[in-house]
């Protein structure tokens, strides 16, 4: 079992940056590949960005490769999400994930967070 809690999410200006956090209990932390992903009002759930276990391998969303940047401290049991450049269509609530599995991929999390709100104005 695997508890996750996001936060620094927050109103920021567009151009502006952001760095998002998630805190995941547990011993085994390095086990899970975690990902993240993100809701816009009336939209679906879509990927962001995975890391593998070891936080050797990384993949992002076409959206928002070469902006966002995705990262892990094992020995603190935290990944980040650094977000630059940011665009009002990146306005959402941001989910981290935790899988049951140290490859990373865009699909198949077992555990979930209860997000964190990213708002950026224009």
């Known amino acids: 079992q695997v508890q996750l809690v996001e936060s620094g999410g927050g109103l920021v200006q567009a151009g502006g940056s952001l760095r998002v956090s998630c805190a995941a209990s547990?011993?085994?932390?390095?086990?899970?590949?975690m990902g993240w992903f993100r809701q816009a009002p009336g939209k679906d759930r879509e990927f962001v960005a995975a890391i593998s276990g070891s936080g050797l391998s990384e993949t992002y969303a076409a959206s928002v490769k070469g902006r966002f940047a995705m990262s892990r401290d094992n020995a603190k049991n935290t990944v980040y999400l650094q977000m630059s450049s940011l665009k009002p269509e990146d306005t959402a609530v941001y989910y981290c994930a935790a899988k049951r599995s140290p490859i990373a991929s865009i699909d198949q999390y077992d555990y979930w967070g209860q997000g964190t709100q990213v708002t950026v104005s224009s």
């Open positions: 547990g011993r085994t932390f390095s086990a899970y590949a």
